[in-house]
Every structure is written in structure tokens, then in C-alpha cells.
């Protein structure tokens, strides 16, 4: 078990109603919680929380209005998701009871000062490298709006202006990647079809794609709510149409690709984590037809192309700078 789930379940006398658990991992929390309700954005994460507890959790990127006894969030990397998420906790749960439960290497303590915002805080438990925090909300924020949190940016290339929307949590938050300007400028030459963004975030290179291509069909995939909505916000803002996909890896993406397009994860909370794309670039031939094309940008030290050889064809280099490189396959 997480060991999140460990503290808070060292303290269960205190979780005893239908408190809402947001930002879960899936683990056998829900399990010892028989009235608790989970709240995920992790698409991964929420398929397997309602496989094993019987649609006990939601996947959104808002606090549905239930009467919860308390709230509970578990601490996400972001310090700007963790001010909206403890704002959206602060509003509305009706005890006005929240707690924080997080790692200190990730920066607990500096949450619970966050969160001392709202009220009185104090802290429960402190075990497994983890805390936990209480706060008795007496100040109650006003919910907050979350397009209105967005952080705008204009992304100039190729002759073409996008407005991209970045909500608290996702990729890049209100500035443009190195790594991802770099694949911006090695997207000419691609042959028509249909496209996949694969781990899309706030949708710049899929909404790229298609102010360079609007001929072509594109799908715009990721596993975190919060970055489906951005992609959708800046689609709109844009006045672009694609197709945006939930799902946890590449299994979710549709198959007879002409080319996946993708700046893919490698870091995943304070963990690092190689899983999602290295099975992406293991199955790639899978979702692409023949002759369909691979592009990718990763830093330079991650060794993906023995991997892109292996299962696809040859790699080639189509550009290098600021420690990343563009790697190019085409499925044989
Ligand atoms: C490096 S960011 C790139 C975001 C965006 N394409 C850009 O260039 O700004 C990687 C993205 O992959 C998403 N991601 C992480 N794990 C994933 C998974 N298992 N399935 C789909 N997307 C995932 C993350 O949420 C994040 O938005």
C-alpha cells in the first residue's frame, strides 16, 4: 500500500464517514474505507479504483457537490494544483474539515502552509517519510473557476500563432517547453492522415500539426483530466478540431496511424518513470500503418533508439539542441 494510505490508515478513527479522497492512488485504501468516495484525474488510476471498488470513483477535473463529512487530498506535484485543488476542497466540503496527506520530499510542509490559508491547521501524524495535516476551514474561499486559473502563452513557429491554454497541473505551465519548440520545428514533410499527439498536455503540438496540416485527422491523447481540458481549451481558442482521448498509454490510441507525434512523459510525481513510453515505443507499429511515421522528442541521455530500432525500424536524428533530440521512425 501507498505509504500515503499507511498514515491515513494509522489514523482511520478519523476517517470514518463518506470523506472524499482526492487524488488516490490505487491502492486498497477504498477498501478499508467503506463510506469513503474517491475523486481521480489520473485515467490509469481511476479505471482500476472503479474495477476493484465498484464505481466508487469519479474522474473529473471539479469536486462534484456532495455532502462529504471531510476532505482529503492527496499532495500532487504541482504548487499551483495544489492551491486549486485545496481551494475546491476548502469550498466545498460541508464539515469544512480538510487534510493533507503527502510525502516531505515532495514538499508537505510547504503545502500545509498553502493550506493554513483557509484556517487553522495542525498536524496529526508524521510516519513512513509522510505527513498528515488537518485544517479546520473558517475562511471559505469563493470555488474557484479553473479556465479562469489558466495561465495563456502564444506559441509563434512556422509562420503560424497558436494561443495555447495551460491549466494548474499540466505540462509547462504558461511557457513552452525546450524540448517541445524543438519538435515544432521538425513536423515538415508529413504524409497525410490521421495523427496521434500521444501524452498531448495542453495540446501545443497537436494544434500545431493542425494549423501546418488542417487537412489532416488528429487525436489528442493523455491520461490526465486536467490536460485534456487545457488541449481543449486550446483547441477552441484556436479554432481548431481534433478528437481528445482519456486514457493511460499508448493501448488507448486508435490504430492505422499515419504518423504519432509525441514530447512523452518520463516523469511521473516525484518518481521517475520510463514505463509509459517505453511501452509506447515498443507497441508504436501497432497503432501506425505501413509507412506510418514516428516523431519524438526526449532528452539526449534517454536511450530510446535501440528500443525505436527494435520494434519499429531505423531512427534517425532530425535535429538536437538544449539537451533534447528529435528522433524520426517509419514503421517498415
Ligand atoms: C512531457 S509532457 C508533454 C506535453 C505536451 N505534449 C507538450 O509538449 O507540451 C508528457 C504528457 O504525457 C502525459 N502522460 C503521462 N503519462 C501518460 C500515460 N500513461 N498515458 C498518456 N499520457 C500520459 C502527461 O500527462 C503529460 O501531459
Known amino acids: 500500500m501507498d505509504p500515503r494510505s499507511q498514515v491515513l490508515l494509522r489514523n482511520i478513527e478519523l476517517f470514518k464517514g463518506n470523506v472524499v479522497l482526492a487524488g488516490l492512488p490505487a491502492d486498497a485504501l477504498l477498501g478499508e474505507l467503506p463510506e469513503a468516495q474517491g475523486w481521480s484525474w489520473h485515467a490509469g488510476e481511476h479505471t482500476l479504483l472503479n474495477q476493484r471498488f465498484d464505481q466508487r470513483c469519479t474522474f473529473s477535473t471539479t469536486l462534484s457537490s456532495v455532502d462529504y463529512s471531510a476532505g482529503i487530498l492527496f499532495l500532487p506535484k504541482s504548487r499551483e494544483l495544489t492551491e486549486y485543488l485545496l481551494q475546491e476542497l476548502a469550498a466545498k466540503v460541508a464539515s469544512g474539515v480538510i487534510f493533507l496527506v503527502g510525502e516531505k520530499r515532495a514538499g508537505v510542509e510547504r503545502a500545509a502552509k498553502q493550506m493554513a490559508a483557509f484556517g487553522r491547521i495542525s498536524k496529526v501524524d508524521s510516519a513512513r517519510h509522510c505527513q498528515l495535516w488537518r485544517c479546520q476551514v473558517t475562511d471559505k474561499p469563493v470555488i474557484p473557476e479553473l479556465n479562469a486559473l489558466s495561465k495563456p502563452f502564444t506559441v509563434e513557429a512556422a509562420g503560424h500563432q497558436l494561443q495555447i491554454h495551460t491549466v494548474p497541473g499540466v505540462f509547462s505551465h504558461g511557457r513552452l517547453d525546450l524540448g517541445t519548440r524543438l519538435?515544432?520545428?521538425?513536423?515538415?514533410?508529413?504524409?497525410?492522415?490521421?495523427?496521434?499527439?500521444?501524452?498531448?498536455?495542453?495540446?501545443?503540438?497537436?494544434?500545431?500539426?493542425?494549423?501546418?496540416?488542417?487537412?489532416?485527422?488528429?487525436?489528442?491523447?493523455d491520461v490526465d483530466a486536467f490536460a485534456i481540458h487545457s488541449t481543449e481549451l486550446t483547441l477552441a481558442a484556436n479554432g481548431l478540431k481534433a478528437t481528445s482521448v482519456v486514457g493511460d498509454g499508448i493501448h488507448a490510441a486508435p490504430k492505422q496511424l499515419a504518423g504519432i507525434i509525441s514530447n512523452p512523459p518520463f516523469h511521473q510525481g516525484v518518481h521517475t518513470q520510463y514505463e509509459t513510453t517505453e511501452t509506447m515505443l515498443r507497441e508504436a507499429a501497432l497503432h501506425l500503418q505501413p509507412g506510418g511515421e514516428l516523431r519524438i522528442v526526449a532528452n539526449s541521455f534517454l536511450k530510446y533508439p535501440p528500443l525505436i530500432e527494435q520494434h519499429l525500424g531505423s531512427c534517425t536524428v532530425l535535429a538536437e539542441r538544449d539537451g533534447f533530440k528529435v528522433y524520426r521512425a517509419v514503421r517498415t
Open 183 to 221: 519538435l515544432l520545428e521538425c513536423l515538415d514533410d508529413l504524409p497525410h492522415g490521421h495523427y496521434l499527439d500521444f501524452g498531448c498536455g495542453a495540446g501545443v503540438v497537436g494544434s500545431f500539426l493542425l494549423k501546418c496540416y488542417p487537412q489532416f485527422e488528429l487525436s489528442m491523447l
